[in-house]
Nanobody, 122 residues
Framework: QVQLVESGGGLVQAGGSLTLSCVAS????????MGWYRQAPGNERELVAS???????NYGDSVKGRFTISRDNAKNTLYLSMNSLKPEDTGVYYC????????????????WGQGTQVTVSS
């Protein structure tokens, strides 16, 4: 079992920056990937950025070039550096970690944090 705790959210003006952190309760060895998702009111949860245990990264189209995901395995911590923030980046940001249960069937066991609110004012 892995508990994930996010921090770093807040209120920022458009064009500003924030860095989110996600601390895992134990070593993330055995975790195949981690990422950040966000959910705005009335919208579905969407992928913001993810990284795998091999170091590959993936970003949602709307954040490419502005957000950077990184991971410090020694600190069991995942980061999301957000620059040039826009009002449409507003939402609750959730940290995710997953273990692959069945690769061929794309079955995963997901762990989720409680979320941290990011609000970008215009």
């Amino acid at each position: 079992q892995v508990q994930l705790v996010e921090s770093g959210g807040g209120l920022v003006q458009a064009g500003g920056s924030l860095t989110l952190s996600c601390v895992a309760s134990r070593s993330t060895s055995g975790i195949n990937g981690m990422g950040w998702y966000r959910q705005a009111p009335g919208n579905e949860r969407e992928l913001v950025a993810s990284t795998t245990s091999t170091g590959s990264t993936n970003y949602g189209d709307s954040v490419k070039g502005r957000f950077t995901i990184s991971r410090d395995n020694a600190k069991n911590t995942l980061y999301l550096s957000m620059n040039s923030l826009k009002p449409e980046d507003t939402g609750v940001y959730y940290c995710n970690a997953y273990r692959i249960l069945d690769f061929l069937r794309n079955q995963r066991h997901n762990y989720w944090g409680q979320g941290t609110q990011v609000t970008v004012s215009s």
